[in-house]
Structure formats: structure tokens, C-alpha cells
């Protein structure tokens, strides 16, 4: 995750994850590496909706 995504953009990143997931469309080998792009990804969304509830308390 070196570029900077959008919300929209990283949960539409763990929508396509999830779906290649539930239709098995995705081996063993590489379900790791999703997992950690996924974990990263729930982070980034985290960070970036406190960002904005911060603002909005400003």
C-alpha cells in the first residue's frame, strides 16, 4: 500500500477480495498474501474515518 487510495478505493479493493474468496477463486498460496493486503487495507479505511470524525469535532 505505498500509494495513497481512497476510502471507496480500498473498500472496493475488500469487496473484490471477499468475493474471490467466497466463490474459492483464490489458492492457499495466495490467500496469505490477501490477508495481509486486506489487513492493510481495514487499517487504512480506519485511520482515514477517524480523520474525518476528528474533523467534524473540530
Excluded: F, G, H, P
Aim: with cysteine; charged share 35%; proline share 0%.
Amino acid at each position: 500500500m505505498n500509494q495513497e487510495i481512497t476510502y471507496s478505493q480500498a473498500q472496493q479493493k475488500l469487496e473484490e477480495m471477499v468475493a474471490q474468496m467466497e466463490n474459492n477463486e483464490i489458492d492457499l498460496e495466495t490467500l496469505s498474501q490477501k490477508l495481509v493486503e486486506a489487513k492493510a487495507l481495514v487499517k487504512l479505511c480506519e485511520v482515514k474515518l477517524r480523520n474525518i470524525e476528528d474533523s467534524i469535532e473540530k
